[in-house]
């Protein structure tokens, strides 16, 4: 599979990404126009615009620039769609081509590949368009292997940083945000909250040193949590102790009813599991930055920790508001 983060339909175009270095494919385009001898190589994307040219070897000629549409409806694609993964070579003189599209009307010859994504799903296809076909003959379509596989190392390469990427925001224990990822995504969500007039908490829990304490409850209190936030929200295994919640709330009592749905799923799991909490409340006004807003949390619940025992803690919990 894919990593979640790739989005298919997207134009490379689009992509800001060092991994896919549409210059270096420039490059291979245009080494493919001199060794057949061809008047363009282009390579085009299906994305959810359609096919789309992303790059092509350098040419005097306007058509087939970066960005150009190409018609769903021509005979040309029907024809891509349907052809082997060894290549195809299209005769474009042919009359009974029909609804060919003005973009070939000028050509006699169409070789094409298609380029896969690591999944095997379609990425587009490798054409050449006009080559020299005596010199190649049959083999002509195969030759374009070579460059195909060239094309498709880039885009592993572009997923396998998707995945590193992924990985290194996340806890390998319980596959939540870890402290990097939280810190990554949190400011742009929060910013986003307030643009839209929500009500913000930050809320920090860590389970009481008790005697009973097991590092699996980590992952318990992990996975309630994860359970217990909306799709909005972001919730993070901060350190090793310490989980962060980023909560959009309508109002400010919102905040205990989050801790105490918590609390309650905790104790329905384990009666021997102590939780700390510490919360603070933001309107959509609010300048105060995030990490002011995690201090403030951390402040709140080591506050609580030191002045209450764990017995009182499951009743309450100390919150700050700006």
Same mark, same amino acid.
């Given at each position: 599979m894919l990593p979640h983060t790739i989005e298919t339909d997207i134009s490379l175009l689009e992509y800001d990404?060092?991994?896919?270095?549409?210059?270096?494919?420039?490059?291979?385009?245009?080494?493919?126009?001199?060794f057949y001898q061809a008047r363009e190589v282009i390579v085009i994307q299906h994305t959810a615009r359609g096919y789309e040219v992303i790059v092509r070897a350098p040419s005097d000629s306007q058509e087939f620039v970066a960005g150009t549409l190409l018609d769903d409806n021509c005979s040309i694609l029907e024809k891509l769609v349907l052809s082997p993964l060894e290549g195809v070579h299209i005769d474009l003189s042919d009359g009974r081509l029909r609804g060919l599209s003005s973009l070939f009307q000028s050509y006699q010859h169409l070789l094409a590949r298609p380029v896969m994504w690591p999944d095997s799903s379609l990425f587009g296809?490798?054409?050449?368009?006009?080559?020299d076909l005596?010199?190649?003959?049959?083999?002509?379509?195969?030759?374009?292997?070579?460059f195909q596989l060239l094309l498709q190392q880039e885009?592993?390469?572009?997923?396998?940083?998707?995945?590193?990427?992924?990985?290194s925001m996340r806890d390998l224990k319980t596959g939540m945000l870890n402290d990097h990822g939280f810190m990554m995504m949190a400011p742009r969500q929060l910013? #986003?909250?307030?643009?839209?007039?929500?009500?913000? +908490?930050?809320?920090? =829990?860590?389970?009481?040193? !008790?005697?009973? /304490?097991?590092?699996?409850?980590?992952?318990?209190?992990?996975?309630?949590?994860?359970?217990?936030?909306r799709a909005a929200d972001l919730a993070a295994h901060f350190t090793a102790t310490e989980f962060v919640v980023l909560a959009f709330l309508d109002s400010e009592i919102d905040m205990g009813t989050?801790?105490?749905?918590?609390?309650?799923?905790?104790?329905? #799991?384990?009666?021997?599991?102590?939780?700390?909490? +510490?919360?603070?409340? =933001?309107?959509?006004?609010? !300048?105060?930055? /995030?990490?002011?807003m995690l201090a403030q949390a951390k402040e709140a619940m080591h506050k609580h920790d030191e002045q209450h025992s764990p017995q009182q803690s499951k009743d309450d919990s100390l919150q700050t508001s700006s």
């Open positions: 990404s060092p991994q896919v270095n549409l210059v270096r494919w420039m490059h291979q385009c245009e080494l493919l126009k001199r296809y490798l054409c050449v368009l006009d080559p005596d010199t190649q003959g049959d083999l002509a379509p195969r030759m374009l292997e070579p885009l592993s390469l572009l997923c396998q940083h998707h995945r590193i990427e992924s990985m910013s #986003l909250g307030r643009r839209f007039g929500a009500h913000a +908490g930050v809320f920090v =829990f860590e389970l009481a040193l !008790t005697p009973e /304490l097991e590092e699996r409850h980590h992952n318990l209190l992990g996975s309630i949590l994860q359970n217990t936030v989050i801790v105490k749905r918590v609390r309650n799923k905790l104790y329905q #799991l384990d009666e021997t599991l102590e939780l700390n909490v +510490g919360y603070c409340f =933001f309107s959509p006004d609010s !300048t105060v930055r /995030l990490a002011n």
